[in-house]
């Protein structure tokens, strides 16, 4: 359902009886462009919010930050700031190809890591095929979010 509006599948999941959902609140352009600070309409998650309170439904995660070779952490902050107003606990994250090293990825998920952190977010690593952590294997080489350094301590 991820072409049906935030406020629209909130209000299915909540008729369904789900108690929590997860809610992609950044659309992927043709080859990221755009990704994600232009995307996020401010006004449109405070709406959200009131919708999913109004509905007694509760934010589990957000989705997603597509952590690239020349992402910077602070490249995500709008979707951290996004998922923080609304409650989320949890951003889903992938690892897309080109780093240079398991070093070079496993350092940029920390940035994004502590990045996510400030704003009382933690990273669930997804694996997908063709990605830069494209198995199980490769997702259990990855350092858990809560074992990297805090940028902001």
């Known amino acids: 359902m991820q072409d049906v509006p935030a406020r629209d599948f909130a209000a299915a999941a909540a008729a369904a009886g789900f108690p929590r959902v997860t809610i992609r609140l950044i659309r992927e352009g043709p080859a990221d462009e755009g990704y ?4 996020i309409d401010v006004a449109g998650i405070r ?4 919708r ?3 509905l007694g439904l509760k934010l589990e995660e957000v989705e997603y930050a597509a952590i690239a070779p020349e992402t910077q952490a602070s490249y995500f902050r709008p979707l951290f700031e ?7 606990r949890q951003v889903i994250a ?3 190809p080109g780093f240079a090293s398991e070093a070079a990825m ?3 998920f920390g940035e994004v890591c502590a990045e996510a952190r400030a704003f009382g977010l933690s990273l669930l690593l997804e694996f997908i095929a063709g990605n830069g952590v494209s198995t199980l294997q490769d997702a259990g ?3 858990p979010c809560g074992s990297m350094p805090s940028r902001r301590a």
């Open 52 to 54: 999913m309170s109004d």
């Open 36 to 39: 994600p600070g232009n995307r």
């Open 82 to 88: 996004a998922g923080a107003e609304l409650g989320a």
């Open 47 to 50: 709406d959200l919010r009131g």
């Open 94 to 96: 992938i690892v897309r």
């Open 106 to 108: 496993e350092e940029r």
């Open 141 to 143: 080489r990855m350092r």
